[in-house]
């Protein structure tokens, strides 16, 4: 049984308005426990909006949403339990982070669980740490932290309460290829080492292929294909039309490929790349 799946979602922003617009449209997916999926479309496609329901942070205006099976929407107590049992680490982190000190903000939703006073500092303490944001940062103001340290905090909330499924909407967006790395290689580490779940919104289509396993397309608020990374990158041309592109090393070794050059097309990834021309360049040394 998969841990989360939708059956028919769709989410209409301001029904009795001149505004109305339909954000995600009939939207039936599944992901599997412990899977690491990936979602990804062009700015307003409906992936923001598409993963808000998954916690029950937004109610379907038409269609259903499991958890383990079961409908979230049941009853209070089911939409209360997707809350913990899923945890969202929204797009913007100052929508998350509104406590007057970052420990309040990492403490909220292990309180909001009705644990005790001890485990909510054991927690606030080993997500802090997790996340590597340093114990004296715990005292400041969110406001006061740097964008990259706004992130963790905000990923360190979420890890607090220990969700089965992890949701981060656009975790790096705005930082460095260092800062990039750090946060995702943290994720990927937090998924190996519990065994969660994690669904990955990002525009970056290489970081993307380079975490996770399948991907979810979203275009123009209708889930336009899924598949594993091959699958959906080998189709540049559609990609293209979605306002999307494959990473800019697959196109190096398109490149290449065109003039004759005896490598692989299916490069996704720099490490890919990187090890594809070791080979290629141990091949030629051999000839
Ligand atoms: N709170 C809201 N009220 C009204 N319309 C909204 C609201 N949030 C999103 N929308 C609209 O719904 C559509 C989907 O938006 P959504 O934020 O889900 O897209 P997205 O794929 O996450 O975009 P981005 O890549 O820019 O984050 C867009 O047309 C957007 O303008
Ligand atoms: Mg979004």
Redesign the pocket.
């Known amino acids: 049984m998969p841990i989360i799946s939708t059956s028919g979602l769709t989410h209409v922003?301001?029904e009795n308005t001149p505004f109305k617009?339909a954000?995600i449209n009939d939207i039936s997916i599944e992901i599997g426990k412990g899977e690491f999926v990936g979602i990804i479309?062009h700015?307003?496609?409906?992936?923001?909006?598409l993963i808000q329901h998954l916690n029950g942070i937004l109610k379907p205006s038409a269609g259903k949403v499991f958890l383990e099976g079961k409908d979230i929407w049941e009853n209070k107590k089911s939409v209360r339990q997707a809350r913990f049992k899923v945890g969202l680490c929204f797009?913007y982190p100052e929508y998350q982070l509104f406590e007057e000190s970052v420990y309040k903000d990492i403490a909220f939703g292990p309180k909001n669980m009705g644990l005790s006073e001890k485990e909510i500092d054991k927690r606030v303490v080993q997500a802090a740490e997790y996340v590597g944001l340093a114990a004296s940062l715990l005292e400041k103001s969110p406001f006061d932290l740097s964008g990259g340290e706004k992130r963790r905090a905000a990923i360190a909330g979420v890890m607090a309460m220990q969700p089965a499924v992890l949701i981060l909407d656009?975790p790096t967006a705005g930082l460095d290829p260092r800062g990039r790395d750090k946060i995702l290689n943290l994720i990927k580490d937090y998924r190996e080492s519990t065994g969660s779940t994690v669904v990955l919104v990002s525009?970056s289509m290489e970081d993307v292929a380079k975490y996770v396993q399948r991907v979810l397309v979203?275009r123009n608020s209708r889930l336009e294909m899924q598949g594993s990374i091959k699958d959906i990158y080998s189709k540049g041309e559609l990609l293209k039309d979605m306002g999307l592109d494959v990473p800019q090393i697959t196109k190096v070794f398109e490149i290449l490929q065109g003039k004759g050059l005896d490598v692989r097309g299916d490069i996704f990834t720099l490490e890919e790349g990187f090890n594809e021309l070791l080979k290629f360049f141990g091949k030629e040394v051999s000839v």
């Not at 700015?43 to 909006?49: E, R």
Request: charged residues 10%.
């Open positions: 922003y301001g617009v954000a479309g700015t307003g496609s409906g992936k923001s909006t797009q656009e525009h979203v």
